[in-house]
């Protein structure tokens, strides 16, 4: 079974810049559309990111379009999120998750998607 490993979060300062990364072992990501996704106290998880297995198409939520960039590095079997500009409101624990079937219109829907990470936690505070 493919098993994701989130790392990269912690405390930033508004206006500050993070990476974070979706690590895979035993299987190849290269082979999976891989999304980011978010969770933040008493609210439902969003869909932030998307990239696909393919084409390397990739998706953003409106909130984050123009600062954050999600990108492959297939050697290292990796997914990244660069995200710049970090808001508070950007503060939530962060999820990465992966499918290998997916209608790239539900990208931002948590129910597309088969495996998960358990999460890194993103904090925007002065």
């Known amino acids: 079974q493919l098993q994701l490993v989130e790392s990269g979060g912690g405390l930033v300062q508004p206006g500050g810049s993070l990476r974070l990364s979706c690590a895979a072992s035993?299987?190849?990501?290269?082979?999976?559309?891989i999304g980011w996704f978010r969770q933040a106290p008493g609210k439902e998880r969003e869909g932030v990111s998307y990239?696909?297995?393919?084409?390397?198409?990739?998706n953003y939520a409106g909130s984050v379009k123009g600062r954050f960039t999600i990108s492959r590095d297939n050697a290292k079997n990796t997914v990244y999120l660069q995200m710049n500009s970090l808001k508070p409101e950007d503060t939530a624990i962060y999820y990465c998750?992966?499918?290998?079937?997916?209608?790239?219109?539900?990208?931002?829907?948590?129910?597309?998607?088969?495996?998960w990470g358990q999460g890194t936690q993103v904090t925007v505070s002065s």
């Open positions: 035993r299987f190849t990501l290269d082979y999976y559309a």
């Open positions: 998750a992966a499918t290998d079937s997916i209608i790239r219109s539900y990208w931002s829907r948590p129910d597309s998607y088969r495996y």
């Open positions: 990239i696909s297995r393919s084409d390397g198409l990739t």
